[in-house]
């Protein structure tokens, strides 16, 4: 059966990460005139995302390579590497080279349970790789094509591990090119466990319901909803257990796709996405 393979050094796991930067990212979740912009706020679950990643790979006193990770922004006529500091340009970063080479690393206050029915500030630390943007368009075809490229390589050095795991975040449609058709030869790169997964994240642009890993687009508002939906890849049985677990509306035939999603849809999404499989980091 496909998708069953044991992430291990020897055959780690790839997640490349396509984030729309068009200048409409600058806008709030929701369609709202206050609150933190979507750049920002996705930049933060990101970063987030990347620290817990590291952690996740820590045995001991060190970080084995059990993943890959890339992140490519995509806004006004280009698409390049997002990644900043020492790791500018590069397209897949081993993530003990990601633990140890952040763009930079701030001092942020978050709350904290006090004990005593309240809550208290602290002060921690959080590295920082990927910096907020939103300018210019959203050639998000030419993303899928970069992404297709890379994912070909990724499979032809490891061809007998767990297929690569694409995740496209946006807020808007492709203004380059037929989405569906890009997405679709992304998809048809395999190795031995499966073809490649490419998964889809609509942030929320107005204050509308969202629409969570649908098993048909009967419900979707508009062929726009409809192309992100055609694109993405159905969920792996595990993946449909993480999202029971964390409340979403799974099915067996639940396709990688939220529309209209909100912050914490986004942060439960990306927690379903990366944990390819039920299996022991050796």
Not at 210 to 222: A, M
């Amino acid at each position: 059966m496909a998708y069953h393979a044991e992430i291990r050094r020897k055959d780690p796991g790839c997640f490349w990460f396509l984030v729309g930067q068009a200048e409409s990212m600058e806008a709030p979740f929701g369609g709202g005139e206050a609150g933190r912009k979507k750049a920002e706020e996705l930049a933060t679950i990101l970063n987030k995302l990347i620290h817990n990643l590291c952690i996740r790979c820590a045995k001991s006193d060190s970080i084995y390579d059990y993943f890959h990770v890339g992140v490519l922004g995509y806004s006004e006529a280009s698409c390049q590497p997002a990644l900043g500091g020492e790791l500018t340009g590069r397209s897949l970063v081993p993530i003990s080279e990601l633990a140890n080479k952040p763009l930079r690393v701030e001092d942020r206050v978050k709350q904290s349970d006090d004990g005593a029915g309240g809550v208290i500030d602290q002060t921690v630390k959080f590295p920082v790789w990927f910096d907020a943007y939103g300018k210019g368009g959203t050639p998000m075809c030419a993303a899928l094509k970069e992404a297709t490229t890379i994912v070909q390589t990724w499979c032809q050095e490891h061809p007998t591990g767990f297929p690569p795991i694409v995740i496209n975040i946006t807020d808007g449609e492709a203004t380059d090119g037929d989405l569906v058709a890009e997405a679709r030869k992304l998809t048809a790169v395999s190795g031995d466990d499966g073809s490649a997964l490419l998964f889809n994240i609509h942030l929320s642009s107005t204050a509308g319901p969202s629409i969570e890993l649908p098993s048909n687009g009967v419900k979707l508002p508009d062929q726009h909803a409809k192309s992100l939906y055609e694109s993405s890849s159905p969920l792996t049985p595990f993946m449909v257990a993480r999202a029971k677990e964390l409340g979403m509306p799974a099915e067996d035939n639940s396709k990688g796709f939220i529309f209209n999603a909100q912050p914490l849809h986004v942060i439960h999404f990306l927690d379903i996405g990366t944990r390819p499989a039920n299996v022991h980091l050796r």
